[in-house]
């Protein structure tokens, strides 16, 4: 069982820049790969970035962005930290969503499947203002 907690959500203005960062429980979480969703009033949740499990120390992953975020957001991982990070640039008022991290199961690689992801967070709210 993992267990996730987001932070660093809040409101900022346009143009602005926010960190957001999931922290997992458990002792699996180099071998896990980490999404991070959002999901703005009225409409589906949709994927921001993922990363890939890196396995033992090595922090590094293969990345996945959507492409409204590519360019402006960076996820990485700590795995030293169990913990995701989700740094985001240039911020639109369009990026206005709660923003959720999750987790799959042990070995499986990124994606871009909400279904694919076992575990989640509780979310963090993100406003931007113009």
């Known amino acids: 069982q993992v267990q996730l907690v987001e932070s660093g959500g809040g409101l900022v203005q346009a143009g602005d820049s926010l960190r957001l960062s999931c922290v997992a429980s458990g002792r699996t979480f180099s071998s896990i790969s980490m999404g991070w969703f959002r999901q703005a009033p009225g409409k589906e949740r949709e994927l921001v970035a993922a990363i890939n499990w890196s396995g033992g120390r090595t922090s590094y992953g293969r990345t996945s962005y959507a492409d409204p975020v590519k360019g402006r957001f960076i996820i990485s991982r700590d795995n030293d930290k169990n913990t995701v990070y989700l740094q985001m640039n240039s911020l639109k008022p369009e990026d206005t969503a709660v923003y959720y991290c999750?987790?799959?199961?042990?070995?499986?690689?990124?994606?871009?499947?909400?279904?694919?992801?076992?575990?989640w967070g509780q979310g963090t709210q993100v406003t931007v203002s113009s």
């Open positions: 999750a987790a799959t199961p042990p070995y499986r690689s990124r994606s871009t499947n909400q279904e694919d992801y076992d575990y």
